[in-house]
């Protein structure tokens, strides 16, 4: 038998439920893996001690008869997410010693669910970054090269999971933050419709686009989860009353004609993108037409613009959510934000400025608009569009360090669904030749995260690129 | 020259809760720091959630004071760096407010425009202090998402005396919707006018404008405008323009001083709040709330003035508060039965100067009722004294009969003072009509 922590959720779950193994067990193999692995691949930023009591706890709620489906899963949790008592560093030295004085919504719900959090996770600081270098705690390595990016932000999320230290992580998307490294490590990251999770004690990157998800092993992980953290939160007024279903319903239900829409713009006509990820998401095509999905050319006319608008609205917004750091409180001066938060700050701060908003933040605005029309419009063509997560295989740590331009392009095919709010699931699809992970992309309208559930789980199942794990 | 005079005032509306959390609004007093949370500290990952109470009370104010209430409305960022706003920005409104277009008519019949009535919280609080011998700033954020109102006015004024008359109606009528104590000394009312003086001939606005910031008193108003009309009158004289500028009001030395020189535009880098939805209203849900808005000042002076024919002195004072208009409906409803007039009633309470939170109507009637027993007098003798009045007095006579009628309340008054006693002044009168004629 495999090693506990290797497990998918569900299969994790299965097991406490059936008593093969207690939760206890469960979490020591996920802490050994930690010891074991976590030196290498740099995912942890802070774990937390009380890991094995919670572990007991679950067990003594499972022996009382709870089956709450995430009772007992060891979880990591993304350092944006607040933990009370438990250090949130943000990943950036401005925020090294913070402790929250309160749990994030969504941390709650984990919580109550009976999750047992193992720590928190490395990321690119505040969520500026695709690479999972941009931290004051040292990058994070892509498990299955460590010379490689695992993708970013949500860096240290993917990395875990992939390297199997934790059953699950929680990210944040909001240009690409979930499905980008989700895709550089071959495990499954959703970024939800957005309003679909609270916001609330996440700490704000982007406040219009953050999305908060999650990085799992399996498609049907990535639904139970999901079925725990949607859902209206009074503290978040952008959450709307918006019934949650059961996102595991929609699983194994055939996708024989169902639509599923190719955007021209996104492989023909976009520059820059690698001929081996186009091969493999050729591939990605006949295997969806083999299940029996229609595929369609389409187009989204104003992708082009899409990075420009979103490179405009995105640090607008970073400007003033990293004002209250502002060195008066949390004990460390604004000169400690890193680089790219800095550029971001200024960005921002000039793009807001009087005389400049309506040049920049106002038309970027509108843009975001016909983004959105694009979208709509296509909706009514397909149920679905599916494209590659990035237009390159995960790049070597360093090479586009020094090049933040590069390192922006590599949101391209992911920040459109932000800008539009709709969800977006990312999924493995095959290896380039240096045994790198690929993941494509299945985004949908506004709350049809049941939709992408069913394509991707049919994908996986079909593809099963998910059985195959880095050797560490 | 001719001062140009606007107005802007901050009114602290008195909700339960804060504008954006839960905690209580009811800061003054309070141990510092104790009435916060993560929401108003503006602590990472916190959201604000609007105060639908506090957002329904700002559309009455401005349907009270003759606003247009837009349809679409929604929040946006003020971005400034200030240590007592912990977020970095103040959430407030800036081209898409609750209400626009108002305007308010003053005592004198002039009409002052209102440009805008919009919702925002109020900052922390910052407290200068020496802490073991260190001088400290320490601060307070009780204060920290209290809700706002900002009232802002045309540049329509021209004098102090008219700010100052606007302002009592503006702190009247907040107080008859009851969204605020308006009371100055708690700073419940802050108030900012905007100084600048022009050429009699001249239309256009001049092109400075200096403000004078967070005045917490009407007199202080009165006497910074003043201030500020002398001293800018004393530069143009010279030819000089004086700079735009922020200035406060010192009053120990009852003259207004710099503050801080301004920009050509402070840059505030407003963008929409992301964090809060913006607010489509319905027809129906305006007109809801107009329907919630009770009995205004202005209306309530007209109807006592019209239905208990009161003068206009009287019913001025009368509906100053509407405590104490509803003391005097009250009592002038349980005066009824004992053939007590409203007139009788206003005497009392505005003559006698009740206490109306001592003071319940029901004896405050019996006490009226008291004082207006009247001794009985003999009619012949009563008729003896008017005639005796009316000889000695032939100028009564006289003036009557040209018309001034106002010469009775003469002839009352001498008839009254030599019965030397309380009598019943409507036999009185019957008397002396009859004898005039």
């Known amino acids: 038998m495999s090693k506990l922590n290797q497990l998918s959720l569900r299969e994790a779950a299965e097991g406490l439920k059936k008593k093969k193994f207690s939760s206890v067990e469960l979490t020591k193999n996920c802490l050994e893996q930690i010891d074991k692995a976590d030196k290498q691949i740099n995912a942890f930023i802070t774990l937390d001690k009380t890991a094995l009591n919670q572990a007991k706890e679950a067990d003594g709620r499972i022996a009382s008869g709870n089956d709450s489906p995430l009772l007992g899963i060891p979880i990591a949790l993304k350092d944006l997410f607040l933990t009370k008592d438990l250090r949130t560093t943000a990943a950036s030295k401005i925020l090294e010693n913070y402790i929250p004085v309160y749990d994030a919504t969504v941390v709650r719900k984990l919580k109550e669910a009976g999750v047992v959090i193992l720590g928190k996770l490395n990321h690119d600081a505040w969520g500026h970054g695709a690479s999972g270098e941009n931290t004051n705690f040292g990058p994070t390595k892509n498990p299955w090269n460590k010379d490689y990016v695992p993708g970013g932000s949500s860096s240290g999320s993917a990395a875990s999971v992939s390297s199997d230290m934790c059953i699950a992580a929680t990210g944040t998307d909001t240009g690409g933050s979930s499905r980008l490294p989700a895709a550089f490590c071959n495990v499954v990251g959703l970024k939800p419709t957005y309003g679909r999770v609270s916001r609330y004690g996440i700490i704000a990157m982007s406040s219009s686009l953050d999305s908060i998800g999650h990085l799992t092993k399996t498609v049907e992980d990535s639904a139970l989860f999901l079925n725990i953290t949607a859902g209206n939160d009074p503290q978040d007024p952008t959450t709307p009353n918006i019934p949650v279903p059961d996102y595991t319903k929609s699983l194994g239900k055939s996708i024989k004609g169902v639509k599923i829409g190719v955007p021209r713009e996104y492989t023909t006509e976009v520059g820059g993108l690698d001929t081996e990820i186009l091969s493999l998401f050729e591939k990605t095509l006949k295997e969806l037409h083999k299940l029996g999905v229609e595929i369609k050319e389409i187009s989204l006319k104003h992708t082009e613009y899409a990075n420009a608008c979103y490179y405009v609205i995105q640090p607008a917004e970073v400007s003033s959510n990293l004002a209250r750091y502002d060195g008066i409180r949390y004990g460390s001066a604004r000169q400690n934000f890193g680089e790219e938060a800095k550029r971001r700050i200024m960005l921002g701060t000039f793009t807001l400025s009087a005389g400049y908003y309506d040049a920049y933040y106002k038309k970027a605005m509108q843009v975001r608009t016909l983004i959105k029309n694009d979208f709509e419009k296509a909706f009514n063509e397909v149920d679905a569009i599916i494209t590659p997560v990035s237009p390159t295989p995960p790049w070597k740590i360093g090479e586009k360090i020094d090049d933040p331009l590069k390192m922006y392009l590599s949101d391209i095919f992911t920040v459109t669904a932000n800008l539009a709010g709709i969800p977006g699931l990312s999924v493995p699809s095959g290896f380039t030749k240096n045994n790198l992970p690929t993941g494509i992309q299945i985004l949908g309208p506004q709350f049809s995260e049941e939709r992408l559930f069913q394509v991707g789980y049919a994908y996986e199942q079909a593809t099963r690129f998910f059985e195959r794990k880095p050797n560490l | 020259m001719t001062p140009v005079i606007g107005l802007e005032t901050h009114v602290e509306l008195k909700t339960n809760s804060k504008m954006f959390c839960g905690c209580s609004a009811d800061y003054f007093g309070q141990k510092p720091n104790t009435h916060t949370c993560p929401v108003c500290l503006g602590l990472p990952g916190a959201l604000p959630v609007p105060n639908k109470t506090a957002i329904e009370w700002c559309v009455m104010l401005g349907m009270a004071l003759n606003c247009d209430i837009p349809q679409f409305s929604k929040f946006d960022r003020k971005n400034y760096f200030y240590p007592d706003l912990p977020k970095g920005y103040q959430i407030s409104q800036y081209d898409k407010p609750f209400c626009v277009n108002g305007n308010i008519t003053l005592q004198n019949g002039k009409r002052i425009g209102i440009t805008r009535v919009h919702m925002e919280e109020d900052t922390g609080k910052l407290i200068h202090e020496n802490v073991s011998g260190e001088d400290v700033t320490l601060i307070d954020f009780n204060r920290s998402g209290v809700p706002l109102v900002e009232i802002v006015t045309q540049p329509d004024f021209d004098n102090a005396k008219d700010v100052i008359d606007y302002l009592k109606k503006l702190q009247q009528i907040v107080r008859y919707l009851g969204v605020s104590n308006a009371d100055m000394e708690k700073g419940d009312m802050r108030l900012e006018p905007n100084i600048s003086l022009r050429k009699n001939a001249e239309k256009e606005l001049p092109k400075y404008k200096v403000e004078v910031k967070n005045i917490n008193s009407f007199s202080f108003v009165e006497k910074a405008i003043n201030y500020e009309i002398k001293r800018q009158t004393e530069i143009l004289n010279d030819g000089k ?74 019913a001025e004072i009368l509906t100053r508060e509407t405590t104490l208009a509803d003391y005097f409906e009250e009592t002038v409803d349980l005066g009824k039965k004992h053939g007590l007039s409203a007139k009788q009633v206003a005497n009392q309470i505005i003559n006698k100067k009740t206490e109306i939170d001592k003071i319940l109507p029901a004896q405050l009637i019996l006490e009226i009722i008291k004082l207006t027993v009247k001794e009985d007098i003999d009619k012949d003798k009563l008729r003896k004294i008017v005639k005796e009045v009316l000889e000695k007095n032939p100028k009564i006579r006289n003036d009557y009969k040209a018309g001034k009628k106002n010469v009775l309340q003469f002839a009352i008054g001498a008839a009254m003072s030599m019965v030397g006693k309380k009598i019943d002044t409507k036999e009185l009168i019957k008397i002396i009509m009859e004898e005039l004629k």
């Open chain 2, 241 to 314: 323009t004086p700079i735009q500028e922020t200035r406060g009001w010192n009053q120990a030395k009852q003259k207004t001083v710099t503050q801080r020189v301004k920009e050509e535009a402070s840059d505030y880098r407003y963008f929409p709040e992301p964090d809060i939805p913006p607010i489509h209203w319905t027809k129906s849900q305006i007109s809801n709330l107009k329907f919630q808005i009770g009995e205004l000042p202005e209306e309530k002076f007209k109807r006592f003035e019209r239905d208990y024919v009161l003068s206009n002195y009287d």
